[in-house]
Antibody, heavy 118, light 108 residues
């Protein structure tokens, strides 16, 4: 069965960086894009960007350009999202989600809480 | 950027009733690349509908999606207790991908 398992919760200080991992299993990792979506407490869903695990190509929301980097390690079927220059407004649950134009985001990771606090 | 506006913000209904949720786009959604997700507290979103009207794997047939262009609808024909949740629409045909602000379906 398809699973996306994310790394554990993180607490970071303002100005630091965080790197969240998303390990895929149950399907061919390079066959679907990985999208990253975040959700602040009590708020809606916010798309951050996508990565094609086969080519490594990425596309980022303008809001995060220059601060976000999405990478992958195909040998271990794992995608990564690194967000730098953290501020308190970046406190949120970060989700990875498998996706393509056929089935949208059909499988999601369990979410990783990132807390930014001094 | 395509802005998605969902209405109503909250829907108060009883089990067994029909729920109709709306999602309006600021411009036409490419090739009906419109999806609906359900989210319960503390859980990741779950895909219900993709391509505006196709049910995802394992989704009961009481959930249906319709619409094209700029106006889309999610209908839950008869609400079950487990259907009370927040629902989001998403367009994924144009970059950036965008979500609506959500509709909360609560027990009346």
């Amino acid at each position: 069965q398809v699973q996306l398992v994310q790394s554990g919760a993180e607490v970071k200080k303002p100005g630091a960086s965080v790197k969240v991992s998303c390990k895929a299993s149950g399907y061919t990792f390079t066959s679907y894009d990985i999208n990253w979506v975040r959700q602040a407490t009590g708020q809606g869903l916010e798309w951050m960007g996508w990565m094609n695990p086969n080519s490594g190509n990425t596309g980022y929301a303008q809001k995060f350009q220059g601060r976000v980097t999405m990478t992958r390690n195909t040998s271990i079927s794992t995608a990564y999202m690194e967000l730098s220059s953290l501020r308190s407004e970046d406190t949120a649950v970060y989700y990875c989600a498998r996706g393509d134009l056929v089935v949208a985001n059909d499988y999601w990771g369990q979410g990783t809480l990132v807390t930014v606090s001094s | 950027e395509i802005v998605l506006t969902q209405s109503p913000g909250t829907l108060s209904l009883s089990p067994g009733e029909r729920a109709t949720l709306s999602c309006r786009a600021s411009q036409s959604v490419s090739s009906s690349y419109l999806a609906w997700y359900q989210q319960k507290p503390g859980q990741a979103p779950r895909l219900l509908i993709y391509g505006a009207s196709s049910r995802a794997t394992g989704i009961p047939d009481r959930f249906s999606g319709s619409g094209s262009g700029t106006d889309f609808t999610l209908t839950i024909s008869r609400l079950e207790p487990e259907d009370f949740a927040v629902y989001y629409c998403q367009q994924y045909g144009s970059s950036p991908v965008t979500f609506g602000q959500g509709t909360k379906v609560e027990i009346k």
